[in-house]
């Protein structure tokens, strides 16, 4: 309008364009491990709009729709995270983040066979451990007395009684470890030994070495030459049999079944003795009072 009162009027037209979005998303936790569910949530926004699809490519072959979804990586390494969305007027906007997926340590385990062992037993230690994520590829054992062992399935004998700590570490293909251990009480066998002079018995008459019948309860008569002979039962090999008659040594015997002869011209009384000895030094005996004749006249 100007100074006269005239009017006069102009119009455009102005075209206002779709403001496309702001791609953007957070992820938790910060520092996952493989099989571990990541939590991905878009925080993208719209300012003219709405935003109608959240697309999602993690960077292991896998896509996902959703504004907020989880997520698992079998693997360790690095993986880009690529969030594309689009608004209601089809406009896109992507973003990108890097996510490290850790190694998850292997987890070990093992049984043994048998689990209450002495020291008798040959000890079976068998590896249970896993990896989720990978291999296990190293195994090392320690048995508690000294003594390690390398290997999946192992077995161990100990040599002496007590209570030991048995542990097992295992390494995966990436290098991360882990530790199980089991206390074990490993019983000693008492040395036993013991022997027992079958030939002569006491109360018995041998004729020719022969046995003849039942004397007495307490009397033992041999008539002529008598094969002597013990049993030895042992938890341990046996390293000799010595034989002696009145005290003095007659044989040594290193080899089932243990046994000598006595042919001596005698005529009189006297005491059979055995004493039995194993590789590790205990000894038992064994004894019989016999009268004997044999007067050795052939």
Known sequence: MDDDGAVDSV????????????????????????????YFNSTST????????????????????????????????????????????????????VVVINNRPPVAGFTLKPSNPTTADEVYFNSTSYDLDGNIVKWRWEFGDGNNAYGENVTHKYSKGGVYTIVLTVWDDDGATDSFEIVVNVSGIPAEISVVLTKPKPGYLYIMDRFQLRFSSHKTIIIGPITVSAVVDANNPVENVTFYVNAIPKVIDSQAPYSFTLDERRIGGMRIKVIARDVKGNMASDDVDVFIFNPNLI
């Open 11 to 38: 119009e455009k037209v102005v075209v206002v364009g779709n403001q496309p979005p702001v791609a953007d998303f957070v992820f938790e936790p910060s520092d996952p491990l493989t099989y571990m569910r990541v």
């Open 46 to 97: 719209d300012a003219d709009g709405n935003i109608v699809n959240w697309t999602w490519s993690f960077g292991d072959g896998n896509t996902a729709y959703g504004e907020f979804l989880t997520h698992e990586f079998i693997d360790d390494g690095a993986y880009h995270v690529n969030l594309t969305v689009r608004d209601n007027k089809g406009a896109n906007a992507s973003i990108k983040k």
